[in-house]
């Protein structure tokens, strides 16, 4: 089976889980004031992570990344002696109650600034530190491994052997939080799919393929060759990949609006035998996916049961 998910915001509504306020807003408020306007921020988040994931689940969308904002200011030292994790208790509970009854899978893509082959050792304090606010978020919905932290190995830094090296011994030291649920996407500059998926085998952890970086970034691989050893790495999780359709020639490396149907179904011979999960990764997010399903279903390559 191949299910279809979207990341963070929903075009068909604006309550959205990624409310958010600024710094210049909390420095006019007293610090009891700082944390009554966080926490009515992230109450509005939960308000609307339920709602948004009620409109996926009558949608038949059951993959979702999850905004990394969800818990306003959740590593800055503005909010740093707030304890949301135990505040929110109830709210976790409850929202990570409904995800696991309908079978939804939530997915997390931390910032670009959280590097983990940095050489420097504050943006590497302040990565896992990224890493692990977005697992206590997973961990505390009761969510299983499948909830995945997608990063990509970072810079090459002059030196790319040097760098993936890096990145494995500082995987290595990671917490086991962190450690269970991050997961490793090749790039469309510097990673191929290739040296990504060595990587993973010698860290043995998942590799998410990017189908459009692989087209950007690669020295010729042979895809059929190789999707067995991506899907292996996932061992008895659900295999995570991310799709895009390109802008244009011109802006190659660009998402596009929407997902071609076409380029979609070029690829979907390659995958259909396995059970697989796709973030389209597109502008208009989730109106994307239900016009590329609608395309689907009216070329009579699918019944709707087996592609969600």
């Not at 990344?65 to 304890?83: G, I, Y």
């Not at 929202?95 to 420097?120: C, D, F, Q, W």
Request: aromatic share 10%; charged share 25%; hydrophobic share 35%.
């Amino acid at each position: 089976m191949i299910r279809l998910g979207y990341a963070c915001i929903s075009m068909a509504t604006t309550n959205n889980p990624n409310k958010k306020t600024t710094l210049g807003q909390l420095a006019k408020l007293s610090p009891p004031d700082q944390l009554k306007k966080l926490r009515k921020v992230m109450q509005t988040n939960f308000f609307n992570l339920l709602d948004l994931l009620q409109y996926n689940v009558e949608h038949g969308i059951f993959l979702y990344r999850l905004p990394s904002e969800f818990v306003p200011f959740a590593t800055h030292s503005v909010a740093e002696h707030w304890n949301w994790a135990k505040e929110f208790t109830w709210d976790f509970n409850k929202v990570g109650e409904y995800i696991r009854k309908n079978g939804i899978r939530m997915t997390a893509h931390p910032g670009h600034y959280s590097i983990l082959n940095t050489p420097s050792g504050k943006v590497l304090e302040s990565t896992i530190k990224d890493f692990y606010y977005h697992a206590t978020v997973f961990d505390l919905m009761g969510l299983d491994e499948n909830s995945v932290l997608v990063t990509h190995v970072g810079g090459v830094y002059e030196d790319k052997e040097t760098s993936l090296g890096r990145f494995e011994e500082n995987f290595l030291k990671l917490p086991e939080i962190i450690k269970k649920r991050l997961v490793v996407e090749n790039d469309d500059t510097s990673f191929t799919m290739q040296e990504v998926l060595n990587l993973c085998e010698r860290i043995q952890t998942p590799m998410v393929l990017d189908l459009h970086h692989h087209r950007c970034l690669n020295n010729g691989e042979d895809l059929v060759e190789y999707l067995p050893r991506i899907i292996k790495t996932w061992g008895n999780r659900i295999v995570k990949m991310h799709f895009s359709t390109p802008k244009s020639e011109k802006e190659y490396r660009s998402h596009a609006d929407d997902i071609l149907y076409e380029d979609f179904m070029s690829y979907l011979p390659l995958l259909e035998d396995y059970n697989i999960d796709i973030m389209l990764e597109c502008k208009n997010k989730d109106e994307a996916l239900l016009k590329l399903r609608r395309e689907m279903l009216g070329n009579g390559q699918t019944h709707e049961s087996l592609y969600l």
